[in-house]
Every structure is written in C-alpha cells, then in structure tokens.
C-alpha cells in the first residue's frame, strides 16, 4: 500500500493492539505523507458538551444552546493522546472555513474559531463533530504497526462518522469488510 493512500481512510484497532490510548478505537486518517500520520479518535464521546466549550471559548450565541436537553446537546469527542486541548470540528464537506483541510470529498477538517462561531449561530455545517486531541505518528511508526497486525484498514465515509452511533462505528467499519469482530484474534501470525 501507498503512503497517501492512507489519508481518508480509517482504522480499526485489533485486540493485538496494546496500547491502552487505542484500545477498541476507531480512527480516521486526516493527513499521512512521509513526515508521519494524523488521525483523529471518532468513538469516544466525553461527558463534556459542545456548548460547555463554546460558553468556555466565549463565543456569542452559545448560551442560546445551554437550554437544551442532554439528549440535543452534541458532545465532544476524544479525538487522542496528543495535545488534548487543541481542537477540531469534523464536517462534512459543504462549507469551507479559514483553515478548512480536505479529508474527502464528503469530509473536512477545520480547526479555526470561525466554524465554531457558525455553529454556535446554527448556521454551521449540518454534520460534524467537535474532537479534543489528535493521534499522531513519526515517520514509520504506523506502517509498523501495520504490519504487526494492530490496525484493520477500512473505507471512511459520511455515514460511517456521522450516522452511526459511536459505540458501533467499530462493527460497522469491520463489517464493510466483511470481518467480524469474533473472527479476530490477539495472536500474530505471518505466511
């Protein structure tokens, strides 16, 4: 497999996987070359609501949203281990901001204050997720993990990240290759 042709897609962490920041993670790739991987998290929500953020941020109109039901409220995700107060809206692809990054053509990433003042307003992207944190890899690094067996490598789509829940984006991703997650083992084995 290429280097790019990692960007956009996702990865499914395998039992083989022992690292505790990855256990049962799903992550989508948002940028992979020769200097190294960036990934966001995108199934594991936090107890801390989009709107807690924005009043935190001190963002006009995020008060209009505290009245909410929990149930309405969007909630933040642990997007990884590195750098976990930095932020990134998840989108899909239909607005671009100041510092917009294509993923796909359904997904984009924007880490500029304007898309969260869009939201704040309800005039934001109709899909998206507000993510704290980021997975990173040095040079090399993915690609032996990689071949260690720790990741299942699976097509990212506007479904998968938005209209799924997150405790089933694992199964679902797993299942767009015709994998279960039964069928996997801790054990590596190489032909």
């Given at each position: ?56 941020l001190g963002i006009e109109g995020a008060k209009l949203l505290q009245g909410q039901s929990d149930d309405d409220m969007q909630r933040v995700f642990d997007g990884g281990p590195v750098d976990d107060f930095r932020g990134f809206v998840l989108h899909d692809g239909w607005q671009v901001y100041d510092s917009t990054m294509q993923i796909t053509p359904e997904l984009h ?83």
């Amino acid at each position: 497999m290429q280097i790019t042709q990692l960007t956009g897609q996702l990865l499914l962490a395998t039992p083989s996987l022992q690292d505790p920041n990855f256990k049962d993670s799903v992550v989508l790739i948002c940028h992979h070359d020769d200097d190294g991987c960036m990934g966001l998290i995108i199934n594991r929500p936090q107890d801390i609501s989009m709107t807690d953020v924005l009043i935190d941020l001190g963002i006009e109109g995020a008060k209009l949203l505290q009245g909410q039901s929990d149930d309405d409220m969007q909630r933040v995700f642990d997007g990884g281990p590195v750098d976990d107060f930095r932020g990134f809206v998840l989108h899909d692809g239909w607005q671009v901001y100041d510092s917009t990054m294509q993923i796909t053509p359904e997904l984009h990433l924007t880490a500029s204050r304007d898309v969260l003042e869009d939201l704040a307003q309800g005039e934001g992207p109709e899909h998206y997720m507000l993510i704290l944190g980021y997975a990173g890899w040095k040079t090399g690094q993915l690609e032996s993990e990689l071949s260690h067996n720790d990741w299942l490598i699976a097509p990212a789509s506007q479904h998968i990240v938005f209209q799924e829940p997150p405790e089933k984006r694992w199964d679902f991703g797993a299942r767009c290759m015709g994998i279960k997650r039964c069928q996997l083992s801790n054990q590596i084995g190489h032909a």
